[in-house]
């Protein structure tokens, strides 16, 4: 690095004998390099190398920000570890919530949404293997191949309204209201397929019901919500 | 009485200026919001391996256009410190005037890529990818907007010689403005 810092440390303004345009030319360097890491790390199957180059340079070009453009190397000790502090409680909070967070299922629980969002995400390009392996990401115009609807009710649906669609699945007998039983004629009673599909993409709270019935659109294409919306529809007496 | 000092601004217990004072601790605040922002898609990111298609859409030569400008940007603030320093208020005024022009440029070039992807279906609600997408990157260019107005008025009065010492304050400001971007850019259009 291409500075010099004669007046470290002596508490005042001005006269940080900074080379600016070296700081300057070497973030670009390391701009420039970080932008051809993945170029590299491609051509050679180096794929830490893009971390490095991405994720190690970003820090080294902070600090040189920090401390040459910002002068934090010439600021009271104070302001360092009031920064300091800052940081450290927010590393606490993202380490706290990253157990919740990046897994997906625990001793007694799942995230139901974000197993089914990454198996939608991957099912389509690689593999088809696994009950309820499903379409790929943003194909909203391809034939939905492998989608089914019974098996994504299974998955998503069934663990409040149960298997049978009675409303009697594990974790809904905890809900107040309960989850609704498909199989009640009294609950088709003004109810149409329209909006059973407007309440699995938005959530029951959209017209009017129980916030406890999550929208679940990000879930399926619009095709596929019709499919579930037809599986639902399958539950209800004549 | 007019020209008196607010006993605020004149009277330092930690012997930092209090003007310069307030602009770490509200640094110290914002570290914990983007630092928070992104820490959960890191998370996120790593929980789920299908983002990897959502983010390779991002179009990693707009956003190296754009950390060039910024880096431009935070080297033009700092010379208009240095040259506040020396009581140049003319010169620091223009410098601060590049780093505005800087922080259009950043800004006309963050449209017409958001109006590209949006046109092409990547909004908001997409996914969460995208979700994140435009929260991180929109509340970074919320930022930019901001340290563009207030830059704005450091170098108005600037270029009359007056509140000089503000040029570093919207100066430190801005670089950390420049630091979130540093850490944005690897993020969302390097490590896809």
């Known amino acids: ?238 | 009485m007019g020209h008196a000092r607010p006993l605020a601004t004149s009277r330092s217990a930690t012997g930092i200026p209090t003007g310069r004072l307030a602009v770490w601790w509200i640094l110290a605040s914002e570290v914990v919001i983007f630092g928070g922002l992104l820490g959960v898609y890191i998370m996120h990111r790593l929980g789920h391996p299908e983002w990897a298609e959502a983010a390779s859409h991002t179009q990693t030569w707009v956003g190296a256009i754009n950390t060039f400008v910024l880096l431009t940007s935070s080297f033009t603030a700092v010379l208009a410190h240095q040259a506040a320093e020396k009581g140049d208020g003319k010169k620091a005024a223009k410098l601060l005037g590049m780093t505005i022009l800087g922080a259009l440029t950043f800004l006309v070039i963050k449209s017409l890529e958001w109006t590209n992807e949006i046109s092409h279906g990547y909004t908001i609600t997409a996914n969460t990818f995208w979700s994140f997408y435009y929260t991180a990157a929109g509340l970074h260019a919320l930022h930019v907007i901001a340290g563009a107005i207030i830059m704005g008025v450091v170098a108005f009065d600037a270029y009359r010689g007056r509140e000089l010492h503000r040029v570093e304050l919207i100066g430190i400001y801005w670089h950390f403005v420049d630091v979130v971007w540093i850490f944005l850019f690897p993020l969302l259009y390097i490590a896809k």
Not at chain 1, 45 to 67: D, P, R
């Open chain 1, 1 to 238: 690095m291409s500075e010099n810092n004669e007046h470290q440390g002596d508490g005042h303004d001005g006269g940080h004998h900074v080379n600016y345009f070296g700081i300057y030319i070497t973030l670009i360097i390391l701009f420039l390099i970080s932008v051809a890491g993945p170029e590299v790390g491609d051509r050679f199957g180096l794929h830490w190398l893009t971390l490095v180059t991405a994720f190690g340079i970003a820090l080294v070009k902070a600090n040189l920000v920090i401390n040459n453009f910002m002068h934090l190397r010439w600021e009271k000790k104070l302001m360092k570890w009031v920064l300091a502090t800052s940081v450290i409680l927010m590393l606490l909070m993202v380490a706290g919530i990253s157990p919740d967070v990046l897994n997906h299922e625990g001793r007694n629980w799942q995230n139901l949404a974000a197993q089914a969002a990454v198996e939608r995400g991957l099912g389509g390009d690689d593999h088809g293997e696994g009950e309820g392996a499903t379409v790929a990401e943003g194909a909203a115009e391809a034939a939905p191949a492998g989608f089914s609807a019974a098996s994504s009710f299974g998955t998503v649906c069934a663990t409040c309204h149960g298997a049978g669609g009675q409303g009697d699945g594990p974790a809904g007998a905890a809900l107040t209201p309960p989850p609704a039983n498909f199989t009640d004629p009294a609950f088709w009673e003004g109810r149409d397929r329209d909006r059973v599909v407007t309440v699995i993409r938005d959530g029951a709270a959209a017209v009017g019901g129980s916030a406890l019935m999550a929208p679940w659109g990000a879930l399926y294409t619009e095709e596929q919500l019709e499919q579930v919306a037809d599986y639902v529809m399958s539950f209800r007496p004549n």
